[in-house]
Each structure stands twice: as structure tokens, then as C-alpha cells.
């Protein structure tokens, strides 16, 4: 956080490149993972709920929620996974409050953030998204719920 406060500064001192990329100093913005990940997706993976809500602030205009990564997951996909709630609570606000679709957004298998929070048993994940979305089919035609419930 205060690298990206000591980056950013107080302003948009971000340019861009003939890439499309913002440089901020040491690293782009944008830069990615050899899955595509963005930073972003790195930081709802691990859960930094706070990073999360002060990267959105800074580079609302990228578009960074509704990101993908080459499996196709969202950054809402890769904190469900992982199991965090705080995480997963600050991606669906963020994305109500924008009014970006982010809860039905399905990766390559055709899953949901749901999907993957049921399927690993993070019941207050779960609890989040179901409040959030209605539950989805994936391309198995399997509903989170059933997930949810099955051994």
C-alpha cells in the first residue's frame, strides 16, 4: 500500500504508452501475470480487502474489476477461490456501487465466483454471494448450491 501511495502521489501522474499501459514509476499498472493476472487479481487472491478498495479508487477507469485473467476468472473469481470473505464483500459492493456485472461472470469451466467458493466449502463466501446473485448453472449444469451441499 505504500509503495502504491509513494507511486501514485497525491494526483494521475500516470501516462500512457504506445502499449496502452499506464506507467507509475517502477512498474505498470497494468502489468500482468504469465496468466494475465493484474494486480488486482493478485491482490483479491491474497486477500487484501483494503488494497482492493484503494486500487479501485486510484484506476477506476481501467476497468480492473471486470478484468480477465487467461482462465477467464475475475478478480471476484480468484478471492472466492481462495476463501476470502472481506475480499469477496468489497469486490461485489465495488462492483454494485459501478454497476459493473461481476457476481455471473463465468470462467473457461464455465463457473461463477459461487461456483468456486461452494466447490471448495468457504461457507462465508458462499453466504456473500448467495445474498448477492442468484445462483448460476455452470457448464456441467451444476448449481452452487448443490456444491454447496454434496460430499
Not at 502499449?19 to 491482490?43: F, M, P, Y
Not at 445474498?131 to 448443490?146: C, D, F, Q, R, T
Request: some cysteine; charged content about 20%; proline content about 2%.
Amino acid at each position: 500500500m505504500a509503495l502504491l501511495l509513494q507511486q501514485h502521489g497525491a494526483g494521475r501522474a500516470g501516462r500512457y504508452q504506445a502499449t496502452g499501459t499506464i506507467q507509475h514509476g517502477r512498474c505498470d499498472i497494468l502489468e500482468v501475470t504469465a496468466e494475465t493476472n493484474t494486480i488486482l487479481h493478485v491482490a483479491a487472491e491474497q486477500g487484501h480487502d483494503e488494497l482492493i478498495r484503494e486500487l479501485y479508487v486510484r484506476f477506476r477507469e481501467e476497468g480492473l474489476l471486470s478484468r480477465r485473467n487467461s482462465a477467464l476468472d475475475t478478480p471476484l473469481h480468484c478471492a472466492a477461490r481462495a476463501g476470502h470473505a472481506k475480499a469477496v464483500t468489497v469486490l461485489v459492493q465495488l462492483g454494485q456501487d459501478c454497476g459493473e456485472s461481476i457476481l455471473g461472470c463465468k470462467n473457461k469451466a464455465g463457473d461463477t465466483a459461487l461456483h468456486l467458493a461452494a466447490r471448495r466449502g468457504h461457507g462465508a463466501v458462499v453466504e456473500v454471494l448467495v445474498s448477492a446473485a442468484a445462483a448460476e448453472l455452470n457448464n456441467a449444469g451444476v448449481s452452487p448450491l448443490y456444491l454447496a451441499v454434496s460430499p
